[in-house]
């Protein structure tokens, strides 16, 4: 099995910045991407961005290309999400995701952290 625990959720201003991390535990060799999706009230579960392991490989998507990052530190097995110049349509819960490469596209994650809400006021 694989944890995720998450941080860095919460309010910011429109325009301004937050930065998402995840720390992954337990049985890391389950897993070679990870990722954070969101959720809007009242819309689908979106992929925001993932990155394989060794950060080799990474996908934002279109709403958040030149805005958000997402990066890897491998010595804490850490998953940041940086996320800039924010606006009230970022709203949503963040989650964390890990799973393998494989499946991650076509089956979706095989772990998820609990999530967290992050509000962008306008």
Not at 75 to 95: F, G, P, R
Request: with cysteine.
């Amino acid at each position: 099995q694989v944890q995720l625990v998450e941080s860095g959720g919460g309010l910011v201003h429109a325009g301004g910045s937050l930065r998402l991390s995840c720390r992954a535990s337990g049985s890391l060799y389950l897993i070679n991407i990870k990722g954070w999706y969101r959720q809007a009230p009242g819309k689908q579960r979106e992929l925001v961005a993932d990155i394989t392991k060794g950060g080799t490989s990474t996908y934002h998507q279109d709403g958040v290309k030149g805005r958000f990052l997402i990066w890897e530190d491998q010595a804490t097995d850490t998953v940041y999400l940086q996320m800039n110049n924010m606006k009230h349509e970022d709203t949503a819960i963040y989650s964390c995701a890990a799973g393998l490469g494989s499946r991650w596209y076509r089956e979706g994650p095989d772990y998820w952290g609990e999530g967290m809400q992050v509000t962008v006021s306008s």
